[in-house]
Structures are given as C-alpha cells and as structure tokens.
C-alpha cells in the first residue's frame, strides 16, 4: 500500500535570520545618521571660516556674545545649522568671548575661531569703541576694565591723571574723540587717552577755524561744551544743526537753555533715569535751568559731527524743540507752537502706553 504524500512544510523564519535583519536595518540606520551628522557638523562646526584672501582680520566688540556673533555669520548665510554651533559653545567653551582684534587665517574652521576668540592671549591688537555721547567717566572706567590695557594714569586722581597726559585743562570731559580705534595688545591708557585726546583736539581746532561769523563762543573750549550738549540732544544727524541753531539764538537773545541733559550731568549719581520738577529747580553749576550760558565743562564727548554743527548753526528762526515721540523733534520759533508741539508728544506717548 502507497503511503501518503506528506505536505510540504511552510518555510519560517527563524529567530537568528529574524535578529540579523532588524540588526541590518539597525546598522543601515546608524550609518545614515552618521553620514548625515557628519555633512551637518562639516557645514557647521567644521566648515572653514569665511577668510577673504590668506589671512583676515577679526574683530570682537566688548559685551558682544557667541550668540549674536553666530547669528551674525548665519544671516550672513556663513554658516549652516547655527544651532550645532551654540550647542558647541555651551558644552565645550566656558568661557565668553574676549575683546580684541584676532587673525583668522585661510583655511580656519569655526570650531577654532570659537575657540581663538575664548581666550585674549590670541589677540593682535585691542579694538576699543568710544560710543559718542558717552562720558569722559564711562571711558575711563572702560580702559580700567580692559584686560588688554597696561594700566599706568587710569586709576590716578583727575588732577594728576590731566598733568600726567600733558593736558591743560582741569576736567577731562569732552576732550577725547569718541570712535572704533586698533591698539596694539598691551598698549598703554596713557598712549591711548593721549592719541584721543589729540585726535579731539585736532577736530576741534580745524573747526573752531572754519567757524561761521558771531558765534556766542568765547572761545573753541566754549564751543567744545556747546557740541556736547548739542551731542546728548539729538542722536539724529540731520538735526544736529537746528539744535545747534536753537541754543545759538537763545544765548543771543539772553535766553536760559533750559536743557534736561546738562540736569542730568549736574545730578551725578543721583540720577536714576527720571528727572523731577523738583530736579530742574534745584541749582547745581550743570543745570540750564537755573544758570545763564553755558555750564562750566562739556557734559560727554562729542563726535566730530555734532562738533561741526556747533560752528555751523542753520539759520532757521527755531527757540524750541520737543520730540515728537516717533523718532527726531519738532522746532518751532514761538512759544505757542511749542506747547502745541509738546501735547502732540504727549498724546503720541499716551498711545503707546
């Protein structure tokens, strides 16, 4: 008798062909992730600095951060993936990037020009900013702080800091120009307090000559305290002449200044970011609105711009002005264009609040 034809059986997988394969497509898997970490770090942390020619200087403000440095590069489209580039500062860079000018050769990769800027021994040269409209003080104290700075004259008395520069005024306030300078790393504040001071010196006296006709200034340091005023008025530079004009006709007319600046200065330390009532009534030898004429030195440091304009009033008829609330100021040449000026202010800012 025939015996019956068994079925065939069903091929299974087994568990070791099963094992194999999801450890295939695990592999598979991690070398994609690889290759695509791999092209993200190159095009981010390891893409080569943007240098034009073989070397290219690099500079780095005070206060600025890898924050707003990368995202600087990155909207610039320097880089890609400005993420990776943070996450590489904050795990592997403690520290925060230091002033100075650095030199980024051909060739660099981001990594090592985050690195570079992490420490101030590889800098060239100091770059230092004297924003316009600061103070004489506010430099000072800037110079004191800068770790690239050889400290000699910064932390002497005003008096012997003056005679030690050679200069011969008793107050330091406006007498340097405010602008981006490159020192050498380790230069002197006395070098540097120098050079700025005759730099402010040269624009003014190439000003002062140029000046128009009847000005109201004794002399060019009368004119220097008026470019400081007129400096903290207006950081718009199409009005730097009308303000100019404004104070011009009212010292010619026996009229008090009346500005919240030079309040301000006079308060000192006191000052807290308001003025009161009570703060334009109280007499200090800055305060416009209790003195005739100027006050007795600049009240900040001037740029060349606001210099200028103090030799140049325009020839309008304006004695007032007031912000409009939008940006710049309304002048007006009569008391009751004036108050319609400062409600129209008030109710711009009355708006926003």
């Known amino acids: 008798m025939p015996q019956a034809k068994s079925k065939p059986k069903s091929k299974k997988k087994t568990p070791d062909k099963a094992a194999h394969k999801i450890f295939k497509g695990i592999v598979i898997a991690f070398i994609a992730l690889f290759i695509i970490g791999a092209i993200i770090l190159k095009m981010s942390i390891f893409k080569a600095y943007p240098v034009e020619g073989k070397k290219q200087k690099l500079s780095i403000s005070h206060g600025e951060t890898y924050t707003g440095f990368i995202d600087e590069l990155a ?9 990776i580039l943070k996450l590489y500062r904050k795990f592997f860079i403690h520290d925060t990037m230091k002033a100075g000018v650095y030199e980024v050769n051909q060739g660099m990769n981001m990594r090592q020009v985050l690195q570079m800027v992490s420490d101030s021994n590889n800098a060239q040269m100091n770059r230092i900013l004297v924003i316009e409209g600061t103070t004489a003080k506010q430099l000072i104290q800037a110079l004191k702080n800068d770790p690239l700075v050889n400290k000699s004259v910064v ?11 050679n200069i011969p005024y008793d107050h330091p306030e406006g007498l340097f120009a405010p602008d981006t300078y490159f020192f050498d790393k380790g230069a002197t504040d006395k070098q540097i307090l120098t050079d700025l001071y005759q730099r402010q010196m040269k624009i003014l006296n190439e000003a002062w000559e140029k000046r128009d006709p009847n000005l109201p200034y004794k002399d060019k340091y009368e004119a220097l305290i008026m470019a400081s005023i007129i400096e903290k008025e207006t950081s718009v530079d199409r009005e730097l002449r009308q303000v100019s004009g404004v104070f011009y006709r009212r010292i010619k007319l026996g009229m008090r200044l009346q500005t919240d600046p030079t ?7 006191k000052y807290t970011g308001k003025i009161s009532k009570q703060d334009l009534r109280t007499p200090t030898a ?7 004429g100027l006050p007795p030195t600049p009240i900040a440091l001037p740029s060349k711009k606001a210099i200028e304009a103090t030799m140049h009033p325009d020839d309008s008829e304006n ?3 007031v912000a409009t609330g939008n940006g ?20 711009v800012m009355r708006a926003k609040n």
């Open 263 to 269: 309040v301000i200065y006079g308060m000192g330390d």
């Open 328 to 347: 710049g100021h309304k002048f007006t040449s009569n008391l009751s264009d004036h108050n319609r000026a400062v409600q129209e202010y008030i109710e």
């Open 286 to 292: 800055y305060n416009t609105y209790t003195i005739n």
């Open 75 to 83: 909207k610039d489209d320097k880089v890609s993936f400005p993420i």
């Open 319 to 321: 004695i007032y002005f």
């Open 155 to 165: 932390k002497l008395p005003t008096a012997q800091l003056l005679k030690d520069l």
